[in-house]
Every structure is written in C-alpha cells, then in structure tokens.
C-alpha cells in the first residue's frame, strides 16, 4: 500500500495568516494527490484534485501543488471558517485509495 | 446536485453482520464515470477507504486489510448501494461514509459528494 504521511500533525494559526500544509507520498504518485477539509461532525469536502485543480465552488485562498512525492496545500488569508482537519488521498494506486492522517488547523 | 445518505442500524453486535445502505439522488447510480464508494472514520481517527462498487455491480473493490468481510452491491431500480461487513468487532465501530467517486476525462479519481456518515457501535 501506498502511505500517506501529513505534517504537521496539528497547527496553530490566526485569521490572515498563511499556511502551509505538506503530504509526503511513499512512493511517487505523479500528481493523484486529492485535499479534502473536514469540520467536526462533518462528512469531508473535497477541496483540491489532481494536486492543483481546484474544486468547483471552493474559494481561490486554497491552492494545491507538487507532484511525485512531495504535495502542499496552501491558504492565503486564513479565514475563521478555515479551521479544520485536512486529509490528503492519494488516488494513483487504483482501486487502493489511501489518505494522510490528518493535519488540525486551530486558531491561535 | 448530488445527494447521499446513509442508513442502516445503529448498534451491531459483536460476530454479526454490518449492513448500511447509501440512497442517492440527484444523479443516476449507472453514471459512466462514477463509482460508489464506503468509507470509515473510528473517532478522533483519520479516514480508511472501505471499498467501491460500479454501476450494476458486477464490479467490485474492497480494501484488503478487511479481508473478505465486506460485501458490496447496488440496486439500480432504487438508486441505491449497500455495504456489509461480516463478523464485525468492536475495531469496526465507525462513523461510515458512503461516497461518489468522480473518473475525470484526464484520469483523476476523488470523491466528489459524500453522505453525511452514520454512527455504527459494535458492542453487545
């Protein structure tokens, strides 16, 4: 199986800030790289597929990149509705999908 | 837009059977590019792909590390699919996702709606 590793395990960040969230790959996955956000008690949402194709109706703040082994996402502006836990999926090893552990943005 | 919805017991007792069923609508289940997925989250966990079933359900995945507990199938007549798993313990106690996962014209899977996940304990 194809592991997913999320770093950092958790954040503190504030409104305005910019972060940056990394998914490492164990293996090179090209650019099959799904970010979903989760809010607590919520079913997931995809944010970002193809590691940098953003998902229709998700706000531009939110962009994804890398390829091979190494994927980002990023926010700009840290919003007050941005503070969740984010996964990151990998999608090359068909029909074995595989998601990071997990990245918690809280508030500073 | 599309909609799912899981439904099924809330409490399974230990070595008995899981079984939920996912209700979509807003879109048909035989959709070219679409399969239809189960996914589980235990709490303060992350998230395990369960498996997947495509159109008629003649074709199948699951995930290998529940060996061959898991059994998927679809009723198209209803625009639904459902999910068992066997001899379930208390490691299967989950909120469980049911899912569509999207074939983009470039090759790109991800699951693009998702139900909004039910809590099954195991526990007797």
């Known amino acids: 199986d194809i592991q997913m590793t999320q770093s950092p395990s958790s954040l503190s960040a504030s409104v305005g800030d910019r972060v940056t969230l990394t998914c490492r790959a164990s293996q090179s996955i090209s650019t099959y790289l799904n970010w979903y956000q989760q809010k607590p008690g919520k079913a997931p949402k995809l944010l970002i597929y193809g590691a940098s194709s953003l998902q229709s109706g998700v706000p531009s703040r939110f962009s994804g990149s890398g390829s091979g082994t190494d994927f980002t996402l990023t926010i700009t502006s840290l919003q007050p509705e941005d503070f969740a836990t984010y996964y990151c999926q990998q999608s090359y090893s068909t029909p074995m999908y595989t998601f990071g552990q997990g990245t918690k943005l809280e508030i500073k | 837009q599309v909609q799912l919805q899981e439904s099924g017991p809330g409490l399974v007792k230990p070595s008995q059977t899981l079984s939920l069923t996912c209700t979509v609508s807003?879109?048909?289940?035989?959709?070219?590019?679409?399969?239809w997925n189960w996914i589980r989250q235990p709490a303060g966990k992350g998230l395990q792909w369960i498996g997947r079933v495509y159109n008629s359900g003649r074709n199948t995945n699951h995930n290998p590390s529940l060996e061959s507990r898991v059994t998927l199938s679809v009723d198209t007549t209803k625009n639904q699919f459902f999910l068992n798993v066997s001899s379930v313990t208390a490691a299967d106690t989950a909120v469980y996702y049911c899912?569509?996962?999207?074939?983009?014209?470039?090759?790109?899977?991800?699951?693009?709606?998702w139900g909004q996940g039910t809590l099954v304990t195991v526990s007797s």
């Open positions: 899912a569509s996962g999207f074939f983009d014209a470039s090759g790109y899977f991800h699951f693009d709606y």
């Open positions: 807003g879109g048909s289940i035989t959709s070219v590019r679409y399969y």
